[in-house]
């Protein structure tokens, strides 16, 4: 007689993917979420034990997902399957947002960028300043890291900055960068060179529609403070600055900022 037995852990995890098939994630804890993905590598095993002491030895969703393989599998009843799965889902996670933000249009301002950014951006060690290239639907066309730097500061060079653009053919860009911090408030640096960029870029006639800054859980951005746009009509106002005729000229002392943490 061939009968299907279906064992406490086996109607478990059916119970968990049923739940995700009519509901989603939404209604998940951090554990549950950890729990199902295990179920994909770990066949006829309960995993709600593993699933804790991850989330217990690790303490959140997003650090287990962001942990080495080596570390996953020192926990017991976490194989090296079950540790592919989980490395698995954050990778296709962040290729997916950084796919869907190159085929849409920046239409929804800052929280899109920061769906991709936080990803890629928020657990550095290190600052990273990124560029987006937008063409005139604002679609994105080309995003890279621009530059890299130390924990306490990036120095950017606007002559790099202003050449990419060009190349690019972009008719408006976003630049961001994080702070290692968490802190995504900006500092004084900061806003100098968001108003150096906005200056530098409205010359060649290619408009900044933002600055962000990735913090761990959080973003600030600059167009949503209005900066972007104080700084655009303070440009509006006095175009022939002495320092911005020195940068159009191309002159050695070419401006530069800081980004601070």
Not at 67 to 81: D, M
Not at 183 to 211: G, Q
Request: aromatic share 8%; net charge neutral; charged share 30%.
């Amino acid at each position: 007689m061939n009968q299907k037995i279906t064992g406490a852990p086996e109607g478990h995890r059916g119970r968990l993917r049923e739940r995700f098939l009519q509901k989603g994630l939404e209604p998940f804890r951090d554990d549950e979420i950890i729990e199902l993905l295990l179920t994909l590598g770990t066949p006829r095993r309960d995993c709600k034990g593993p699933a804790r002491e991850l989330l217990n030895r690790l303490g959140s969703l997003r650090r287990v997902l962001e942990a080495p393989l080596e570390e996953l599998v020192r926990v017991p009843g976490v194989g090296p399957k079950s540790a592919l799965a989980l490395k698995l889902i954050h990778g296709v996670a962040r290729k997916f947002l950084e796919t869907r933000l190159q085929e849409a249009t920046f239409l929804h301002g800052s929280s899109d960028v920061y769906d991709y950014l936080r990803h890629s951006m928020r657990d550095l060690d290190i600052e990273v300043f990124k560029v987006l290239y937008l063409d005139a639907r604002h679609a994105v066309m080309h995003a890279e890291d621009l530059f890299q730097g130390t924990m306490s500061y990036n120095v950017i060079y606007l002559r790099e900055l202003l050449r990419k653009a060009l190349n690019t053919n972009a008719a408006a860009i976003v630049v961001a960068h994080n702070h290692p911090s968490g802190d995504p408030s900006p500092s004084t640096e900061d806003k100098n060179l968001t108003r150096d960029i906005v200056f530098s870029t409205s010359l060649i006639e290619v408009r900044l529609l933002d600055h962000v800054i990735v913090g761990e859980e959080s973003f600030y951005s600059f167009a949503d403070r209005g900066l972007i746009e104080i700084y655009l009509r303070e440009f509006r106002r006095n175009p022939a600055m002495t320092y911005f005729r020195e940068v159009a000229e191309g002159q050695p002392e070419w401006g530069k900022g800081r980004v601070g943490v």
